[in-house]
């Protein structure tokens, strides 16, 4: 028995049964797999108009997913790169942006427990905090705070 290969809508639907992706997403990943010109749109757009493409779910995949290891910017990095509304990624960065200082806590808790005794293991936990995407400000407060023994035992 002869297997066909399968349709672009088809290989879609397999990718989007894994996980959320956002039409940008898509077009890249099956863009070598498009015969005709203009296929590939075409039944991006059919599965966009019965709902199994979308940018609402996407961001909430993302910050679902990421929101406890990344601070806000880099998780609006991520869906910025991933070719959905600035407007409607920063509504929703918006709405993280008031859960930083504890997320940023409880991962620097994990990592690090500990106050930086000195300037240089300071600059180290604001390196990885900020390579985790937290901002300067959240940063700050935290390692100022870390200094205070009620800073990182109330949760």
């Known amino acids: 028995m002869a297997?066909?290969?399968?349709?672009?809508?088809?290989?879609?639907?397999?990718?989007?049964s894994q996980r959320e992706h956002s039409r940008r997403e898509l077009e890249r990943k099956l863009a070598r797999f498009?015969?005709?010109?203009?296929?590939?749109?075409?039944?991006?757009?059919?599965?966009?108009?019965?709902?199994?493409?979308?940018?609402?779910?996407v961001i909430a995949s993302v910050i679902h997913q990421r929101a406890g290891k990344l601070g806000a910017l880099r998780v609006r990095q991520e869906l910025l790169d991933k070719g959905l509304d600035p407007a409607a990624?920063?509504?929703?960065?918006?709405q993280l942006r008031q859960t930083e200082l504890e997320r940023a806590r409880v991962i620097w808790q994990k990592k690090?427990?500990?106050?930086?005794?000195?300037?240089?293991?300071?600059?180290?936990?604001?390196?990885?905090?900020?390579?985790r995407g937290f901002s300067g400000q959240?940063?700050?407060?935290?390692?100022?705070?870390?200094?205070?023994?009620?800073?990182?035992?109330?949760?």
């Not at 990624?89 to 918006?94: E, L, M, S």
């Open 3 to 16: 297997f066909s290969t399968p349709s672009l809508t088809g290989r879609a639907l397999r990718l989007l």
């Open 34 to 57: 498009e015969e005709q010109p203009g296929s590939l749109a075409a039944a991006l757009d059919d599965l966009q108009a019965k709902g199994f493409i979308s940018q609402e779910r």
């Open 89 to 94: 990624v920063d509504g929703a960065i918006g």
């Open 112 to 131: 690090f427990g500990t106050p930086p005794p000195d300037a240089k293991e300071r600059g180290r936990q604001s390196r990885f905090l900020g390579a």
């Open 138 to 155: 959240v940063i700050q407060r935290l390692l100022e705070g870390a200094d205070n023994d009620d800073c990182c035992h109330s949760q």
